[in-house]
């Protein structure tokens, strides 16, 4: 769960030709930012951002991004001004060196970790197109270089012999029927977050948006693999926390989790992350699969999707964004894990988390970093929909983890 740091060296000779990764540290007073390329000596630039600049940039660039509230989120002004600042200041003076790499990794702290690298901008805004950083990379973020050299000298891909297990549309509230599909993936309070102290109620548990369109999102991708969406996976009420644990993940190369991922305090008496599977009759059962399961779970999957709202987002502690739900996945043994940094708009997320699969299943040497990367072209160019090439729609996925195959 600690692995001793690498040295500089050991993690040039973990990358894979086209690789590199890049190390952020934020201080009070500055910010470091270390390179490592294959086949190519370290380099490290200090920039002048503070974090509290960091902080007011980022939180600038999230305003305009995290816009699912909004009656025309696709016609929202994005702030590129700070997008480009963000890679002027972190990425630019690596520029030479960054001429051709294809896949970009990623560890950052502090308040970088809330947000996608793939939007920040390489050329100064003007009249046109931005110039997206993931026109160039395919990006995959780590909590640290230790973790990813970790994830490295492991196995790189799974034997796992099936292709996939899905869980969505889960049952939050018994004896009602479901909605029709909603717009945005959101988890609304009416209030500030709930106390830890004293544990969530029924009705407490009834309040969570039900989220109906995620059972295409599931059955879209388990036939994108050329898996049996009738026999792997688990919709409605066998959405369960029991059925997570029993249904023998070791043996699915792709496990996906189409619903809400809750932080410390989204429910009464909740202190650890979590995702909110369905209500069983059982009393007492706990409808939460909550990180303590996740860590006990033994799997073998190249992908674990965490398609909710905020699975990457953090819980009051921002260098803690990618290290609860994802990293006991990581632990569990997963490969890569794909989070998403705000509530997500429906349809354009099936539509997106499907060509990502597609990809892999029509090109097997694609690696996961570049079947994203492919996916969130096609909605920022507008081939799969016009509406969709605002940020907000393909940008709040991100892959963290191990971006090969």
């Not at 630019?92 to 970009?104: D, I, K, Q, Y």
């Not at 907000?392 to 991100?398: C, D, G, L, R, S």
């Amino acid at each position: 769960m600690n692995p001793k740091p690498p040295t500089l060296d050991q993690v040039a000779d973990l990358l894979d030709r086209g690789e590199a990764l890049v190390s952020v540290y934020t201080t009070p007073t500055a910010t470091f930012v270390w390179f490592v390329g294959s086949g190519r000596g370290p380099a490290l630039h200090v920039s002048p951002l503070a974090q509290a600049e960091v902080r007011a940039l980022v939180a600038k660039l999230r305003a305009t991004l995290d816009v699912g509230d909004r009656p025309s989120p696709g016609s929202a002004p994005v702030d590129l001004a700070s997008a480009h600042r963000l890679y002027q200041e972190l990425l630019e003076p690596f520029a030479s060196r960054l001429a051709g790499v294809s896949s970009l990794v990623v560890a950052t702290n502090g308040d970088l970790a809330t947000i996608p690298f793939a939007v920040l901008v390489s050329e100064r805004p003007s009249a046109g197109e931005p110039a997206w950083l993931v026109r160039k990379h395919a990006v995959t973020h780590v909590s640290t270089v230790a973790a990813f050299a970790a994830l490295r000298q492991v196995e790189r891909r799974a034997t796992a012999a099936e292709a996939f297990a899905g869980f969505g549309d889960p049952v939050y509230r018994r004896g009602v029927a479901p909605p029709a599909p909603g717009a945005v993936r959101a988890l609304v309070r009416a209030g500030p977050p709930s106390s830890r102290d004293a544990a969530f109620t029924e009705a407490d548990y009834a309040q969570l948006p039900p989220l109906p369109e995620t059972r295409d999102e599931i059955v879209a991708i388990a036939r994108a693999l050329g898996a049996d969406p009738g026999r792997d996976t688990y919709l409605g009420e066998r959405a369960s926390r029991g059925a997570a644990l029993g249904a023998g993940l070791s043996g699915r190369r792709v496990v996906a989790f189409a619903t809400h991922g809750l932080r410390p305090g989204d429910l009464a008496g909740l202190s650890r992350p979590a995702l909110a599977l369905s209500v069983t009759p059982t009393p007492g059962e706990s409808p939460l699969l909550v990180l303590d399961d996740v860590m006990g779970m033994k799997l073998d999957a190249d992908w674990v999707v965490l398609s909710a709202c905020n699975t990457a987002s953090d819980d009051g502690r921002a260098e803690e964004a990618l290290s609860g739900l994802a990293r006991g996945f990581f632990f569990a043994g997963a490969r890569s894990v794909l989070v998403t940094h705000w509530a997500v708009e429906t349809r354009s997320a099936q539509d997106l988390v499907t060509r990502a699969f597609s990809a892999v299943a029509k090109e097997p040497g694609v690696s996961r970093a570049e079947a994203l990367r492919r996916a969130q072209l096609d909605l920022a160019d507008g081939r799969a929909d016009p509406r969709w090439r605002h940020p907000f729609f393909w940008a709040p996925y991100a892959l963290s983890g191990d971006p090969s195959r």
